[in-house]
């Protein structure tokens, strides 16, 4: 029903800013939950950020007044505004989305490096 992709990562010095996009396809995108999680070396998937189809916002503690997740639901694109990039940023970042009745479905993850 929805396919994910997500793009935007890379290498980034530590202070510094990336913009993460995933494009979606498929239809009804704007009823979807979205959100972004990261999974850091070692570590279990986290949840990162979310927004809701009402446009409602939550954020992991640790990004918070740092990260900023948006949706333009004219283009299917959620994004993930990523500013004062800290070290234990580094982790692959996931899109997800999820509806009650049509199910959740995942991208196949960016790689953020934050390096120094």
């Known amino acids: 029903q929805v396919q994910l992709v997500e793009s935007g990562g890379g290498l980034v010095q530590a202070g510094g800013s990336l913009r993460l996009s995933c494009a979606a396809s498929?239809?009804?995108?704007?009823?979807?939950?979205m959100g972004w999680y990261r999974q850091c070396p070692g570590k279990q998937r986290e949840l990162v950020a979310t927004?809701?189809?009402?446009?409602?916002?939550n954020y992991l503690d640790s990004v918070k007044g740092r990260f900023t997740i948006s949706r333009d639901n004219a283009k299917n694109t959620v994004y993930l505004q990523m500013n004062s990039l800290k070290l234990e940023d580094t982790a692959v970042y996931y899109c997800?989305?999820?509806?009650?009745?049509?199910?959740?479905?995942w991208g196949q993850g960016t790689q953020v490096t934050v390096s120094s």
């Open positions: 997800n989305a999820y509806e009650f009745i049509r199910g959740t479905y």
């Open positions: 927004i809701t189809s009402g446009g409602s916002t």
């Open positions: 498929g239809s009804r995108f704007s009823i979807y939950n």
